[in-house]
């Protein structure tokens, strides 16, 4: 008898249970898109604190490139003024020029035949008055 039994036993056929399949898929599904939505947040705060971070390392770029240009501004000043530009040129030898040592631009000034100083002024000049110095020697 035990060997009928183990005959029937070997020739059932288990029919598969749809809705228990369909349960386990919906668990899964529901389960993966909680990972996925902890996954994510988790991503999201790390991404955070790295972007804080990088922030965080420009502000300090960035006070300190101003702290240098306010360091390099002075410095231009201080090279560029007035006392100590003549004290370095006394250092150096120079000293202020003689009374006859200078001359004015305007002595440099070729001489223009009269027509072409009208024409130049007629041309550029719309509107301006002529003052004394602006005309040559006639």
């Not at 035990?2 to 349960?23: C, F, G, K, P, Y």
């Amino acid at each position: 008898m035990t060997r009928l039994i183990q005959n029937q036993a070997s020739t059932v056929v288990r029919e598969r249970d749809r809705r228990r399949l369909r349960a386990m898929a919906g668990v899964l599904a529901c389960g993966g898109f909680l990972v996925a939505g902890v996954l994510g947040y988790v991503w999201l705060h790390v991404h955070r604190v790295r972007v804080s971070y990088q922030l965080e390392d420009l502000r300090r770029t960035r006070t300190d490139l101003e702290e240098r240009n306010r360091k390099f501004r002075l410095e231009l000043l201080s090279l560029g003024s007035l006392a100590r530009v003549d004290s370095v040129a006394r250092q150096l030898g120079f000293r202020e020029p003689e009374p006859d040592q200078v001359r004015l631009a305007r002595e440099f000034v070729l001489d223009v035949p009269d027509a072409a100083v009208r024409t130049a002024r007629i041309g550029s000049g719309k509107g301006r008055e002529e003052r004394p110095d602006d005309v040559t020697a006639r």
